[in-house]
């Protein structure tokens, strides 16, 4: 189990799923979404209304990648 484990994370954070992984799970669903809320913050009243639903679009999409990446990363435990 442990090495079908430590493949499974391999997989996820440097081979074949890695692009799925940091770059939709942490790039967009993560950094992206934490940037837009800072600069509305930042802007107050003044922040258009469209940063806020690319904000909330940024998230869906980031765990929609993060559940990509864990089912497509997941190594086979039986066989």
Known sequence: GA??????VANLLGGSCALAFWG???AVG???PLA????R???GAAAPAWMGVV???CIL????????A????AAPIFG
Do not use: D, P
Request: net charge positive.
């Open 3 to 8: 090495e079908a484990a430590a493949a499974s």
């Open 24 to 26: 939709g799970t942490v």
């Open 30 to 32: 993560l950094v992206a």
């Open 36 to 39: 837009l809320a800072v600069v």
């Open 41 to 43: 913050g930042r802007r």
């Open 55 to 57: 904000e909330w679009a």
């Open 61 to 68: 999409v980031g765990g929609f990648a993060f559940r990509y």
């Open 70 to 73: 864990v089912v497509v990363a």
